[in-house]
C-alpha cells in the first residue's frame, strides 16, 4: 500500500496487513503443533495487540496448553484479549515475560469476572516492571487459585507482595516461586513465612533483593517452609551470621540445593554451611559465583532499578 508523506512523494509501508499477519500466524501455530502438540513459542516476535486477537480468534489455540510469548511489545491490551478468550480456556503454561504490561493491566485481570484463563499452572510476568500493587493483586485473586508456578523476577516488588504471597488463600498449591532481584527484605520474609499459605513451596528464589543478615536469620528460623528443596540466596549481603544461621537451621530439613554466592560471608559463615549438621539433605551448595566477593561489591546487577528513596 503507497502512503503518501506530502507533496507528490509516495512510499511504500512495509506494515502487513491484518489479513496478511492472520495467514502468516495461523500457518505459523499449524507448524508448531503439527512439531509439538500442546505447545506453541511466539517469544521476540514483536507480537502486539493485533496478533493477540488473532491467536485467539484461532480455534487452533483450543489445542494450546503450553504459550510461550516473551519478549513481545504486549500491552494491557493484549493482556485482556488473552485472559477473556474462550480459545484458550485449556492453557496451563503462560509465559509473558519482558513485555510491557502495567498494573492497571495486571489489577485489571485480577479482578475481573470474566476471564477464562482460570486452569493456569505456570505463569511468568518477568521483567514487567510491576509495583507490589499489581503483584499484590494477582496472589489474591481467585484467577490464580491453581498456580503451581510463579514468576515475578526483575519486577519493581518488595514486602507488601511477599507478605500478600505468605497469606493468600489462593497461593496454597504453589510449588515453585521466583522473586529475583526484587526489593523483598527482612519485614517481607517475615511474611512469606509466617502466613502459612507457602507451606507446599518447594523451591523460592530470592536472588538480588534485600535480605541482609537479618533477612538471613529469620528464613532459618521459620518453620513454614519445611518442604523446600531448592533456595536461592545469591546477592543479598548475607554475613557471617546470617550463613551460620542458615547452616544450623533445623526448619530447612528437606534443602537439597543452595544458591549462596556473591554474599559477604567469610570462612567461619561459610564453614557453618559447608559442614553443616542439621541440612541433612542438601546436595547442591554453591558459596561463589563467578565474582569477587569484596566490601564494594553491588548487590544488584541492575542498580538503576533501584527504589528512588533505598538507603544504604
Known amino acids: 500500500m503507497a502512503i503518501t508523506r506530502g507533496g507528490d512523494s509516495e512510499y511504500e509501508s512495509n506494515e502487513p496487513t491484518f489479513?496478511?499477519?492472520t495467514a502468516r500466524l495461523e500457518e505459523e501455530i499449524r507448524r508448531q503443533l503439527n512439531q509439538n502438540p500442546g505447545k506453541l513459542e511466539l517469544k521476540g516476535k514483536y507480537y502486539a495487540l493485533d496478533e493477540m486477537?488473532?491467536?485467539?480468534?484461532?480455534?487452533?489455540?483450543?489445542?494450546?496448553?503450553?504459550?510461550?510469548?516473551?519478549?513481545?511489545?504486549?500491552?494491557?491490551?493484549?493482556?485482556?484479549?488473552?485472559?477473556?478468550?474462550?480459545?484458550?480456556?485449556?492453557?496451563?503454561?503462560?509465559?509473558?515475560?519482558?513485555?510491557?504490561?502495567?498494573?492497571?493491566?495486571?489489577?485489571?485481570?485480577?479482578?475481573?469476572?470474566?476471564?477464562?484463563?482460570k486452569n493456569l499452572k505456570t505463569f511468568s510476568l518477568e521483567d514487567n516492571r510491576l509495583p507490589?500493587?499489581?503483584?499484590?493483586?494477582?496472589?489474591?485473586?481467585?484467577?490464580?487459585?491453581?498456580?503451581?508456578?510463579?514468576?515475578l523476577g526483575w519486577n519493581n516488588i518488595g514486602n507488601d507482595t511477599a507478605k500478600a504471597l505468605g497469606a493468600s488463600p489462593q497461593m496454597k498449591n504453589l510449588r515453585v516461586l521466583h522473586l529475583e532481584r526484587n526489593y523483598v527484605s527482612e519485614e517481607g520474609i517475615k511474611g512469606l513465612c509466617e502466613g502459612g499459605a507457602l507451606v507446599q513451596l518447594e523451591?523460592?528464589?530470592?536472588?538480588?533483593?534485600?535480605?541482609?543478615?537479618?533477612?538471613?536469620v529469620a528464613l532459618a528460623g521459620k518453620n513454614s517452609l519445611s518442604q523446600?528443596?531448592?533456595?536461592?540466596?545469591?546477592?543479598?549481603?548475607?554475613?557471617?551470621?546470617?550463613?551460620?544461621?542458615?547452616?544450623?537451621?533445623?526448619?530447612?530439613?528437606?534443602?537439597?540445593?543452595?544458591?549462596?554466592?556473591?554474599?559477604?560471608?567469610?570462612?567461619?559463615?561459610?564453614?557453618?554451611?559447608?559442614?553443616?549438621?542439621?541440612?541433612?539433605q542438601l546436595k547442591t551448595l554453591v558459596l561463589?559465583?563467578?565474582?569477587?566477593?569484596?566490601?564494594?561489591?553491588?548487590?544488584?546487577?541492575?542498580?538503576?532499578?533501584?527504589?528512588?528513596?533505598?538507603?544504604?
Open 19 to 21: 489479513e496478511e499477519k
Open 228 to 280: 523446600l528443596k531448592v533456595l536461592w540466596l545469591t546477592n543479598n549481603e548475607i554475613g557471617d551470621e546470617g550463613a551460620q544461621a542458615l547452616g544450623e537451621s533445623t526448619h530447612l530439613n528437606a534443602l537439597e540445593k543452595l544458591y549462596i554466592g556473591r554474599n559477604y560471608f567469610g570462612e567461619s559463615g561459610g564453614d557453618a554451611l559447608y559442614n553443616t549438621k542439621t541440612l541433612a
Open 132 to 151: 507490589d500493587e499489581a503483584a499484590v493483586a494477582l496472589v489474591n485473586s481467585p484467577n490464580f487459585s491453581k498456580l503451581e508456578s510463579l514468576n
Open 53 to 117: 486477537t488473532i491467536l485467539t480468534n484461532s480455534e487452533q489455540s483450543k489445542e494450546v496448553l503450553h504459550l510461550d510469548l516473551s519478549d513481545n511489545q504486549i500491552t494491557d491490551d493484549g493482556l485482556k484479549t488473552l485472559f477473556e478468550a474462550e480459545n484458550l480456556e485449556n492453557l496451563e503454561t503462560l509465559d509473558l515475560a519482558i513485555n510491557f504490561l502495567t498494573k492497571d493491566g495486571v489489577k485489571a485481570i485480577a479482578e475481573s469476572e470474566a476471564v477464562k484463563l
Open 288 to 312: 561463589r559465583e563467578g565474582v569477587e566477593t569484596t566490601p564494594g561489591l553491588v548487590n544488584y546487577s541492575r542498580p538503576e532499578l533501584l527504589r528512588p528513596d533505598y538507603e544504604e
Open 203 to 216: 523451591e523460592l528464589n530470592l536472588a538480588s533483593n534485600k535480605l541482609g543478615e537479618a533477612g538471613a
